[in-house]
């Protein structure tokens, strides 16, 4: 998606949640219970902060687009920083109960974290 939007001329700033990509648990390592949803949305919020105050970007023309789980830390972004995003994108939320997700993800996640250990 990132590719597409660059294509167009649209700058674009991706990040992974945690516990995904090079990212991994980040300052949780060491304390994974305490990462919570809020934890994800303050990433956000601060991922939607270094974008806002480039000074090549109009932080009027901010859209916010979230993936899967994404959509609802978008939702929730969406309406507490400043100023708004000009849009809101929700592309394929998800599709179970989000406590069930949570439950499928942390197992398979310390599944590998006893395999690295």
Do not use: C
Not at 32 to 42: C, G, I, N, S, T
Not at 75 to 92: C, F
Request: hydrophobic fraction near 40%.
């Amino acid at each position: 998606m990132a590719d597409a939007l660059d294509g167009d001329g649209v700058a674009t700033l991706r990040f992974d949640k945690y516990g995904t990509g090079r990212t991994g648990p980040g300052a949780y390592r060491d304390h994974l219970e305490a990462l919570d949803h809020p934890a994800f949305v303050r990433r956000a919020r601060a991922a939607y902060e270094v974008l806002r105050d480039r000074p090549e970007t109009d932080p009027h023309a901010l859209l916010v687009v979230g993936h899967g789980e994404g959509a609802m830390t978008g939702l929730l972004l969406g309406g507490t920083v400043r100023p708004r995003p000009a849009g809101l994108a929700l592309v394929q939320p998800q599709a179970i109960r989000l406590l069930d997700l949570v439950g499928l993800q942390l197992k398979a996640q310390v599944a590998e974290a006893a395999r690295d250990s």
